[in-house]
C-alpha cells in the first residue's frame, strides 16, 4: 500500500497522483471511450481537464484537431511536454489553471474528457465549468471514485492509517467519509444526480473494473486480471474502482 504524498495537497485539498502511461486504467478508460459513437472527429476541439503526465490526451491527440489539457499543478508540465515530444505529438497544450477559480471560455470544445477529478474540487457544484466550456451539441467522458470499490484510493486523515488505500473506509457514510477523507467518493446515484443539475444530459454509465495496477507483476496479478477483473467494465459494483460517465450537452 502506498503512502499520500503530501505535497500534492493544495489548499488542504488533495489532488492524487496522475496515471503512468502503462498503467491499465488508462488502457481501459481509453477502451470505453472507442465504444462511443462518434466521439472522435480530426476536426473537433478537446479539453482534459486534470491532465497530469498527459497519459490519456497524449494517447488520443491523433483523435482530435487539438487538446487542450488543463491541470493545477504547474509541476506537471514539464512530464507532459517530454511524453508529447517522445512521441511527436504537437497537438497537446499544457494549460496551468484552477477550473474552479479562473476565468472560463464558454462554449469553447467539442469534447471534454475529466477523469478522477472532480471529486478533489472544494466544491463538486463547479461541475457547472465543465458544462460551459462544452458547445451546444457537445459530449463529455467523466469519471469518479466508485464508493463500492473494497479500498479507500485517496487514503484519509487518520494518523494511524496514513495509507493510500484503506480497507472499507470508502464505505462508510457520507458524513463520517467526507469528514476525513482526503477525497470525495460516489455512488452512480450522486454522481448522475449531479452532473444532471449542471444541465448534462445522460447517456450511458459503466463501472470501470479495477485495474489491478498498485499490484506488483506476478502470477496474483495475471491470475486476478485474466479472470475476475479481465474486462473493463463489469456490471458489479464491488469490482469496481470508479464509474464511468459519458454526457451530452
Known sequence: MGFVDKNRFSEEIYLGLPANFNDKIITRRINIINSIEN????????????????????????????????????????????????????NCSFLQSDIEKDTITHEKYDRLICFEVIEHFKDDNSVTNLYKMIKKGGKAVISVPNKWWIFETHGAKLPLLPWNRV???????????????????????????????????????????????????????????????????????????????????
Not at 475476475?228 to 459519458?246: A, E, G, L, M, V
Request: aromatic share 14%; hydrophobic share 40%.
Open 167 to 249: 480497507p472499507f473506509f470508502s464505505w462508510l457514510p457520507k458524513p463520517i467519509h467526507e469528514k476525513f477523507a482526503n477525497a470525495r467518493i460516489y455512488t452512480k446515484g450522486r454522481i448522475v444526480k449531479l452532473l444532471k443539475n449542471a444541465g448534462f444530459k445522460i447517456e450511458e454509465v459503466k463501472y470501470v473494473t479495477a485495474p489491478m495496477d498498485v499490484l506488483k507483476e506476478g502470477k496474483l496479478k495475471e491470475f486476478l486480471t485474466s479472470t475476475i477483473f479481465k474486462n473493463d467494465t463489469t456490471k458489479i459494483p464491488f469490482f469496481s474502482t470508479s464509474i464511468f460517465i459519458y454526457v451530452s450537452k
Open 39 to 90: 466521439f472522435y472527429d480530426t476536426k473537433l476541439n478537446c479539453a482534459e481537464i486534470g491532465c497530469g503526465n498527459g497519459a490519456t490526451a497524449i494517447r488520443l491527440a491523433n483523435y482530435f484537431n487539438s487538446i487542450d489539457c488543463y491541470d493545477i499543478f504547474e509541476n506537471n508540465k514539464n512530464e507532459f511536454e517530454k511524453n508529447a515530444q517522445a512521441l511527436n505529438v504537437t
